[in-house]
């Protein structure tokens, strides 16, 4: 394997990052985009849907080419099966991976547990708290559901974030809208946001973000990193949008 420099060597310092989700569901049009973008100092995100179709494969080649990866899959199922999918990941050489704290302590511990035995390929572990498409009546539904009485989704978040902080977790991923509250209770996570618009450029088309901040807003509110993804892949000049975004990055904080 190839020589490979910790991704927890890599400390934020301080700059809020620029992720870009490639939310593709082809190989090749992800992969042109990496090439719009080469040079920028960005982190590529694979979700669910381009990782179905293009497999460990297309990361394997993102590495290759020397990309920061997000691995944004989301994992909640039966420690032995999250830690061995962790595991998978981790010897992919991805910087980031997704999990759900709803998976509980044993879960996230025992993945912490298992990747400390590899420091070198350590990806971050970023916990994923009630998803920012639940709103207050939705996620009702859930918890009264399971407990027989309603909570809101802002309390669910605050005590998964208290938890789960505890559990091992290198970082997590909420709304700016939470990154007050996250930053108060545990202010060494690595933060992640999304829902972020940038100030100049044409709307999404048929947009589903409804609690939008702008790069330079998630900034200045101490945002790790932000999640973009068609401001960026919709753009006619994705590479100017990049430049742009990663401009109004640069705060004084
Ligand atoms: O296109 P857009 O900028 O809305 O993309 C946002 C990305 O962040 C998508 O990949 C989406 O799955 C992801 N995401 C999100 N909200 C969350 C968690 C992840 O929008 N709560």
């Known amino acids: 394997m190839a020589p490979h420099r910790s991704h927890l060597s890599r400390v934020p ?7 870009v989700a490639l939310d593709y569901a082809r190989a090749d049009s992800a992969l042109q985009l990496v090439k719009q973008l080469a040079g920028l100092p960005v982190i590529f995100k694979v979700g669910s849907e381009l990782f179905l179709h293009a497999g460990p494969a297309l990361v394997r080649e993102l590495v290759h080419q020397k990309c920061r990866v ?32 709803s998976g509980g302590s044993a879960m996230v511990r025992a993945v912490r547990e298992e990747l400390d035995h590899i420091p070198e390929l350590r990806p971050k572990l970023i916990g994923v708290s009630v998803l920012t498409s639940f709103d207050d009546v939705r996620w009702a539904e859930v918890t009264r559901a399971m407990t027989s009485h309603a909570v809101t989704a802002a309390e669910s978040v605050l005590g998964l974030v208290e938890s789960g902080s505890s559990w091992g977790i290198d970082g997590l991923v ?5 990154l007050d509250v ?18 100049l450029g044409a709307p999404v088309q048929g947009d589903d973000q409804s609690r939008i901040m702008s790069p330079r807003d998630a900034a200045l509110a101490g945002a790790s990193s932000i999640v973009m993804g068609r401001p960026i892949t919709q753009a006619s000049d994705p590479r100017k949008v990049v430049e742009r975004v990663l401009a109004e990055l640069q705060v004084e904080r």
């Open 13 to 19: 310092n301080g700059q809020t990052e620029l992720i």
């Open 70 to 101: 997000f691995l944004d899959l989301k994992f909640h199922d039966i420690p032995n099966t999250v830690v061995s999918a962790a595991r998978q990941a981790a010897a992919l050489q991805v910087e980031l991976l997704t999990l759900h704290l």
């Open 174 to 178: 909420c709304s700016a809208l939470e």
């Open 182 to 199: 996250v930053r108060r209770i545990a202010p060494t996570l690595y933060t992640v946001i999304p829902g972020i618009r940038p100030t």
